[in-house]
């Protein structure tokens, strides 16, 4: 890793699932895999760091709270179709919270990985 490298940790139930979802339908691919407690994946200069429920980053705070994934915190990912994306991911079977939101600087949607985490897809304007 490079200071050029970010890295994101997503917590996640199933660490194969995961990594199996990242790698078949956004692109990513396998950097090391320790399952069933954590894989990292890269995709350009972004490392996801997908931590189950049996690493470090998924056991209990001092006061008893247990991470879980989920949330609204999200990757973003920069696509050139949004549209022709969106109908290769349906046609896989992923799931979208939302549908398709043109705004000023873009169009973007957010889908779900297997464990329930956020990811935006984003085409600029203009592209």
Request: overall charge negative; proline content about 9%.
């Amino acid at each position: 890793m490079t200071d050029a490298t970010v890295s994101v940790r997503y917590l996640v139930d199933d660490v194969p699932a995961a990594v199996d979802f990242y790698t078949a339908h956004l692109g990513f691919t396998v950097n090391t895999a320790f399952p069933p407690a954590f894989a990292d994946v890269l995709r350009g200069n972004l490392r996801l760091l997908l931590s189950g429920p049996a690493s470090s980053a998924g056991r209990a705070m001092p006061d008893g709270r247990v991470p879980h994934p989920g949330g609204w915190n999200r990757i973003h990912l920069i696509v050139a179709d949004i549209d022709a994306e969106v109908a290769r991911l349906r046609s896989a079977g992923v799931t979208f919270r939302s549908g398709v939101v043109d705004g000023p600087g873009g169009r973007q949607i957010v889908l779900d990985d297997p464990a329930g985490n956020p990811i935006e897809l984003f085409q600029p304007a203009g592209a």
